[in-house]
């Protein structure tokens, strides 16, 4: 062979070395468990699809970052996000489901954006919707939160904040205003708020032609402030008499009621009346998560409440509530702000090595640490016994048992801690307890 | 929404209903968890590769399955395999990682095939390798059968057997004949031998033009049975003088001798020197693995030592042994043959309902049985009890809880096994215990 074919990745595509793929992979393992601990079923989907299935709804953006190509008779795309594939699923399965429908996916997605650092092209999507079958309880709505904070607690990557909204609060006040047609636009100016003040919000809107009455309507709505239980009063006393408003009002105050029997900690939690999430995909409870010290990496988990998951393939209505963690992106940002730097473990629990050739020792050793649950691996090449240490070192191996004449002939094994350098003479038995 | 668009996949593509897809992921599970016990590190490389990265080496069958496409200026490809993306990673990624490099993954590839029953076009392949840096120590291909082992026995899908040869021996014994350009065609009839019996393989082998001494020569190696000693033995005594004969059935012997020392049960591996794996990749150790009863599924563990993993892309002697399991078609043949369908379990341990309509206590008596680590799910919505048993049921969840006025004062609760019918009234800490 002489004529080498340069190895490369596309770029856009994490690929991580070995010690960094075992973090990720244990923080993907926490958010399945989870996803697990609270009965959400697991789904496991075609990263390809037929293109008139994937693109029924889609437009726009998501048309032009698509990777879509034939083969043979067949026009193919890869899926851009798991909704979509879970709303076909639900629509071909929909006889053989048992509703509500709670599922989970971590999967791969596909966005064939311009590479940038923390943007991705294959990313992965960790998410959990729960269909109901022309209904859906609003209890589900309160469960999604405690779900995404038991996650990140376990994660263990600093404090973060939960904010939920209801759409129909935004929708049903917009609507008593008269304000429906401008109302995206005055959502835009009060995201800017923080940026530019209250006088220059009330100058904006004003350019807007949006009358004085009204400014004012919308300057109290902003001005609630204070503890989740004050700001649904103050909802309460705007004496807003709509509908929609009112049924957005009653849900919200629904939902924190039960995040509260969920034991969602107060902490962690906040109603915040300017989430409104971009798509007009979401028409009730919406969710955004940030963590309190990095709040500019943006929101970490978000989801909400749709009406109709599948209305582009069945006549079924299918409401539900879900929410996403793009965790490949994620991961990168936590790595590069050093969060989860330190928290490294190896897959194997112990490197067993021998002093000279003889390795037969140590495969018995293996054998029998594996029989209790350990994960053991043995070094067979006969290296000097620095290197068989560095080999441990360089894969984060905690644990080295090193095996000699003396260990062969007395059956009392040295045990070496290689984080803190103890080194002590022990029986197998103690030392699967002290690796346990 | 009037016009729908029919939900459907792509033919060729394993989509599962959730219970069945429980079962999928717990094998995959056991899969991971053995590869790990033996230290083997993850891995995740992107499912689309730039295509003349990954067509570096292909040809034939490969190049016309491939999935290939373009997207701006990138040729890219859909990964057919995941040892090509492995020499990939390997070669990128040389002076970052510690050799021996042991690796696994789990992943989907991709193979444009005609679909047809049993036969995927996105499938789940699991792979371990372990890489050396120049060298690769014999006693490697002693372990992996032990995992092959370890694997499906804990699968527990029936009795089966590791078939163990090298590549060596056979190349050997034809470049001893001079019969080096016949091997392939050789080993064909010899393959045929259970079917068309010895006389026919003669009388095939003598249509070739090769000598009777030869024929005699090739006779002696078919005829040669009896225990994995007995075997070992008589190579030994064919009295074969060929430098490559005999490294080959020294590494065999080696094998053998570690296998042991692995504790490989005697039953579950046997020598069979008709095993070449027709790829000419394999140049020493070859195995496969068959299930003793389903013997026509085909191999469902195959794999083997090869010289040099990445010569399409780097200079380094990358020296490897390997094992993989197509998995998906491996399930989907377990699930046909009915050997799996017992052992379904859910992903909730219990489900938590309500006797009317006030859940408050469901949610509580919840949230406790998950802090000890019980999967456990409530059903919110205000059905009739019948209705909450049979979503139980079909979603095969063994426990449920009932909670009615009586439980809510006495906090004695009703547990009752599904599987069994059994009822009683235990406290919240009797239950976590009864479900444990």
Redesign the interface.
């Known amino acids: 062979?002489s004529n080498?074919?340069?190895?490369?990745?596309?770029p856009g595509?994490?690929?991580?070395?070995?010690n960094e793929?075992?973090l990720?992979?244990k923080m993907m393992d926490t958010i399945r468990k989870v996803y697990?601990?609270?009965?959400?079923?697991?789904?496991?989907?075609?990263?390809?699809?037929?293109s008139?299935?994937l693109l029924?709804k889609a437009g726009g953006e998501t048309e032009k970052q698509i990777?879509?190509?034939t083969?043979?008779d067949?026009d193919?795309s890869?899926r851009f996000d798991l909704t979509v594939p879970l709303?076909?699923?639900v629509?071909?399965?929909y006889n053989?489901?048992?509703f509500?429908?709670?599922?989970y996916q971590l999967g791969?997605v596909?966005r064939?954006e311009r590479p940038q650092k923390g943007r991705y092209?294959?990313f992965y999507q960790c998410d959990i919707d729960i269909i109901g079958d022309g209904e859906l309880?609003i209890?589900?709505d309160a469960?999604l939160p405690k779900i995404i904070y038991t996650i990140f607690k376990e994660l263990d990557i600093g404090d973060f904040t939960i904010y939920i909204n209801n759409r129909k609060i935004l929708n049903g006040l917009f609507e008593d205003l008269g304000l429906v047609e401008e109302a995206p636009e005055v959502m835009r100016i009060i995201d800017k708020l923080d940026k530019i003040g209250l006088e220059n919000v009330i100058l904006t809107l004003k350019d807007l032609n949006i009358s004085e009455e009204k400014i004012n309507s919308i300057v109290d709505f902003i001005n609630i402030t204070g503890s989740n239980n004050e700001k649904l009063d103050k909802l309460n006393k705007l004496g807003i008499n709509n509908e929609i408003f009112n049924e957005g009002l009653n849900e919200l105050t629904q939902v924190v009621k039960?995040m509260r029997?969920?034991?969602l900690p107060e902490n962690n939690f906040e109603i915040n009346l300017k989430i409104a999430r971009g798509l007009d995909y979401y028409t009730g409870t919406v969710y955004e998560t940030f963590l309190n010290e990095y709040r500019n990496i943006g929101s970490i988990c978000s989801g909400g409440r749709y009406d109709n998951l599948?209305?582009?393939?069945?006549?079924q209505k299918l409401p539900g509530v879900g929410i996403s963690i793009g965790f490949t992106r994620l991961f990168y940002q936590l790595n590069e702000l050093g969060i989860i730097k330190e928290n490294k473990k190896?897959?194997?629990d112990v490197?067993v090595m021998s002093m000279d050739e003889n390795?037969?020792k140590c495969?018995?050793v293996a054998?029998e640490l594996?029989s209790q649950?350990i994960?053991?691996?043995?070094y067979?090449?006969n290296k000097k016994i620095k290197a068989k240490i560095k080999?441990a070192e360089?894969?984060n191996i905690k644990y080295i048992i090193i095996i000699g004449e003396e260990e062969r002939q007395t059956n009392i094994l040295t045990l070496k801690n290689i984080e803190t350098g103890q080194q002590e003479k022990v029986t197998i038995e103690e030392i699967s307890k002290r690796i346990k």
């Open positions: 062979m080498k074919v340069e190895a490369k990745t596309l595509m994490m690929e991580l070395l070995p793929q075992v990720f992979n697990e601990q609270y009965g959400f079923l697991p789904l496991d989907t075609p990263v390809v699809e037929l008139d299935v029924a990777y879509r190509f083969k043979g067949n193919l890869l709303a076909k699923y629509a071909i399965n053989n489901l048992a509500p429908f709670r599922r791969k596909y064939g092209r294959e309880n209890i589900n469960e039960y029997l969920f034991e599948a209305e582009y393939y069945t006549k190896s897959v194997s490197l390795i037969d495969i018995e054998n594996r649950e994960n053991a691996q043995v067979f090449d080999y360089r894969l």
